[in-house]
């Protein structure tokens, strides 16, 4: 079991163009729900580099400390992943099939982060070639929320920016949100042109503060229209 400090390495790999690793993973973030056809999903990984690669597929637990950092602790039990390891050759794909297994009574979204870990694939990397062996740890996000359960954000505006809460027991995705904004004339604007540096999912009972455009000063009131 790798150390789960490396929490912010994780963080960061995510955040990684998908051509700066040695292979590519997608999709980055899953929505489940704790039963059903939508308790389940899977991912596609490519191999662009020209040796094969190991993976292991590894499920994290998502907590948060008090200082809002995250508290990862491993949860393989709460979820089956096929193949849970493999070989994937030059150039070739494989795909990860994967289904929540925990708790069906869960009363709000929990996050879990679901790694695929690159295994080592030589005892002494390096030795002969005066190389390193660099390994890439590829970090993904699943949501598995309630049953039915009806996510919402209440967005305002708050000196100049764009303040949203989530209220809901479940979470809530912006990706294909759009704000119509009103006060001294109104304009309307997609979550996608906001181009905001964090990925557009908001968890329950939380809020995040969105820098507008200059020109977006004028305005006092804002909907969500989608």
Do not use: H
């Amino acid at each position: 079991m790798k150390d789960l400090s490396t929490s912010i390495l994780l963080v960061f790999l995510l955040g990684l163009p998908f051509n700066t690793a040695a292979y590519q993973v997608s999709p980055m973030f899953q929505l489940f729900e704790v039963a059903g056809t939508k308790s389940q999903g899977s991912y596609e990984v490519d191999n662009t580099d020209a040796s094969d690669v190991i993976l292991e597929a590894v499920v994290y637990r998502v907590g948060f400390n008090k200082d809002g950092t995250e508290n990862l602790i491993r949860s393989d039990e709460e979820f089956l992943v096929l193949p849970p390891q493999s070989k994937i050759k030059a150039g070739e794909s494989q795909r990860f099939r994967v289904r929540y297994l925990g708790n069906v009574m869960l009363p709000q979204t929990q996050t879990f982060r679901l790694v695929f870990e690159q295994i080592q694939t030589s005892d002494n990397p390096g030795e002969d070639s005066g190389t390193v062996e660099i390994l890439v740890d590829f970090s993904t996000v699943i949501f598995v929320s309630p049953l039915k359960c009806d996510a919402k954000v209440l967005p305002k505006m708050v000196s100049g920016q764009l303040e949203l809460s989530n209220p809901s027991n479940c979470v809530y995705d912006l990706n294909q949100s759009r704000f119509e904004f009103s006060g001294s004339g109104s304009s309307t604007i997609s979550w996608m042109e906001l181009q905001v540096p964090t990925a557009g999912y908001l968890l329950p009972k939380s809020t995040q503060k969105v820098q507008l455009p200059e020109d977006y000063d004028k305005y006092s009131e804002v909907i969500i229209v989608n």
